[in-house]
Every structure is written in C-alpha cells, then in structure tokens.
C-alpha cells in the first residue's frame, strides 16, 4: 500500500466529506475565474467601491485630455496636470501654463507638453519626475515616451527644419539630432533604448511622402535605415514593446532594429478614431464614409492580424484603451468589450456623458462636463456576436 492509499484510509468519514468540499469548492472557483476573467478585477473594485462616492467633480474644460494610467485618471487643462484615482483622491497636481497641451503615455508614463510651447512634464509612478522649460528660442513640436521612461522631444529651433532630443529616464539628454535638410514632425524611441524613429514630411515627385528615418544611440551622424511611409500621414506614436505608428491610411508597427515588422492597411476606409494604449494591440474605428455614424471597431495586434471586429451604429465620441480592454462612446450608449470583440457590453448613454478613460482593470472612468463616475462593464448589457449568415439563405 502506498502513502496516499494509507492517508485515505486513515481519514475518518467527516474528514473525507470536508475534504471533498473542499476540492469541489476549488473546482468552481476555477471555474468562475475563467468564465469572468474578463471581469473579475473590475468586480473586486465594484465590491470595494461600491460603498464610497463614486461620483467626483473636476474643473476640466471642452478641450481638456483625460487619459487612464494604469489605475489612476490623468486630466490635463492648460493649467494643471492632475493625477487622480478612481474616486478623486488627488495621486498628483501640478500647476503649469500651456496653450495647447498634448500627452503621450506608455506603460505608468506619460509626457506633457505645450505644442508651440516651452513647457514638458514627465509622470511617472505617480508623480512629477522631470521638468522641461526651453528657452523662447525653442518651440516643442510634439514628444512621446516609452514604456522605460525615455522621452523623445522634437523642437523647432531657428536654423534648423528638424531638431530631436532624447532623454534616458534619468532625463539626461543621451543624444540630439540636428537636421538643415528635413523637417522632423515626430520622434519615438525604441522599445529597447537603443535607438529612435524619426518622422519627416517631405515630397517625393511631386507628391506629398512620409520618411521613417532610424537612427541608433551608437551612430547618430546618418540614419541607420531610411524607409518610405508613402502618403501615410502619422497621426501619433506609441512605444512598447513594438513602435506602434497610426496613420490616417494604416497602421504600421516596427521593431527596435528599424524594420517594419507589420501594417495593417484601411483599404480605402477612413480612421475616424484611435488608440494605441492596449497592451500589445491597437484599436481602430473605421469607416467607408468620412462623415455620420457608425463604423467597424477592428483591434490589431501586433503581427497586422485583427484579433476581433464588430459592426457598430451610433455616432461615435470618444474611444479608449488600458490593457486587454476597450471602450467606446456614442452619443447613445456606453459599449465595452475585451480585445478580441467577441461580443461586448453596452449601457445607456443617460448622463450626459461627453469622454472617457479605461483602467488597467477594465474599470471606465465617464465624464461628463462637471463630473467623473466610475462605470463597471459586467453591469451592463451582453451583446453576443451575431451568427455569420450561411450561403444561399
């Protein structure tokens, strides 16, 4: 007899009962967590909210940017950066003066800037980690981050079309780009910290012609790689794990030796939203017509393919993003759905609901004009997908 036939056989009759509730307990368990995976976190933050005020005010205007940092909601104004949680605990608030400010996020990063302005802010952690004023001989064109913490600023400086800065996470600047010949709109660096993409709008025989130009932190006299985007305008940046570039004609996605790895192309319809902020996919809205409502709701992963698609009515307001999930606002309804689209959630649009943030929980901040609640997807209504149509009926 071996041990475990001697243990069973000296267990008494209740031990055995116990013991089997036990593992049928377990079992379900399981069970639950893989049939709700999707929703168990969010269902952890419903039970530990649901007994405070969800509901809290901010001072945001029409133009204003809310983007969801891993668990926090960060509101940029022209004149705060604000870092919040999902029921209005002040994480961060800092108090700056800009024009037109823009934001650029990767992993619990982000960047704050002044386009046309001298002002940049980096969070990172939940805090203020670097201040960046430039001289009133410099102008910021536009800047992004990556997931460790590297910051990349374009610059309009007179004497030159195109000027780069990239700084380490310790913002120390690790290397500066200075172009006579080629104008620099954006500049992202690279998943690995080892080099730096940079876009230039130019003309090619006449037509207007995007250039990728690649440069590595080792030899920064000349482009390592030069490729052409084509008339793909680049819209914004992401970097993590992969250089996610959304253009108004396809999605492109490089690796961090200067090659593209992946594009998704359109065919022909029109982007009418983006995000670049899931973890490992893009999601796009697009649409066969340029104006009125609905579209196709299509996430892209890292390899060009689709993970899902779905068919969707309604004008569309706002699209957002946080790790494997998505959320989309109509002027009609709330939708939310995981990255493959395999079906989804809605809930009316009844609040006067004008933005909204997702969490790295699935979690979705919505904001109104006055005010942000906290809105959990498994409280709405399941949508299932619809069956394909068979052949000939």
Known sequence: MNK???????LSRRQRVLLLVLVVVVVLALLAATVFRDNAVAMLRWATYSQQDDNFAHNAQANSLFLGLEDDLLICTQTQIQLVSPTGTPRLRETVSMNTPALNASGDYAVVYDVGGQELRVIGGGALVHSLTLTEEESILCASINEDGWVAVTT????????VTVYNRDF??????????????DAVVTPDCQGVYLISPGQAEGSFENTLLYYTFSSNEAPTR????????ILSSHSASRCWLLGDKSLVILDSSGVIAATYDYDGQYLKMGSLQGDGFATLLL?????????????VAADGTPYGELTL???????????HDVALLTTGEIITADRKLDG????????????????SDGTVALINSAAVSLYFPFTGERVEPAAPEEEGA
Do not use: C, D, F, H
């Open 344 to 359: 989804y959630r809605t809930s009316p649009n009844q609040q006067g609901v004008r933005n909204l943030a997702v969490y």
């Open 313 to 323: 009515e309604g004008q569309p307001m706002a699209l957002s993003a946080q790790g």
């Open 172 to 185: 120390e600047a690790v290397m500066t780009i200075r172009l006579s010949s080629r104008y620099i709109s």
């Open 156 to 163: 309009k400086i007179s004497g030159y079309k195109g000027v």
């Open 226 to 233: 030069t490729l052409s985007l084509g008339s793909n305008v």
């Open 287 to 299: 649409s066969r017509s340029s104006s009125g409502s609905g579209g196709t709701l299509v996430t």
């Open 4 to 10: 475990l036939q001697e243990w069973k056989t000296n």
